[in-house]
Nanobody, 124 residues
Framework: QARLAESGGGLVQAGGSLRLSCAAS????????MGWFRQAPGKEREFVAY???????TYADSVKGRFTVSRDNAENTMYLQMNSLKPEDAAVYLC??????????????????WGQGTQVTVSS
């Protein structure tokens, strides 16, 4: 069964960095488009970053220049490098995969597979 599993979250001071991982298992996700979302308590799920199977990337304006999404297809893993973290970045971060390459990176409904999430806390 295909699964996604996030790791790498934790507590960091404002200005610090974290690197999140999204490990895929059960099948190769190399041909899928993949994204990162986040959800804070009481808020809707929010798009963070996207990496198309071809390598094209898209970022939310709020993280552009601070976050970088990458993939290692050999390891079937996607990463999110987060630098210059701010308290408003605190949330549960989830990775997702779109097996049909729908081309709607900001729409959570375009993704078929989701991980359980990893908590990121940023202290001020």
């Amino acid at each position: 069964q295909a699964r996604l599993a996030e790791s790498g979250g934790g507590l960091v001071q404002a200005g610090g960095s974290l690197r999140l991982s999204c490990a895929a298992s059960g099948r190769s996700f190399g041909g899928y488009d993949m994204g990162w979302f986040r959800q804070a308590p009481g808020k809707e799920r929010e798009f963070v970053a996207y990496r198309k199977w071809s390598g094209l990337t898209t970022y939310a304006d709020s993280v552009k220049g601070r976050f970088t999404v990458s993939r290692d297809n050999a390891e079937n893993t996607m990463y999110l490098q987060m630098n210059s973290l701010k308290p408003e970045d605190a949330a549960v971060y989830l990775c997702a995969a779109d097996s049909k390459r729908r081309g709607r990176p900001l729409d959570p409904r375009a993704y078929d597979y989701w991980g359980q999430g990893t908590q990121v806390t940023v202290s001020s």
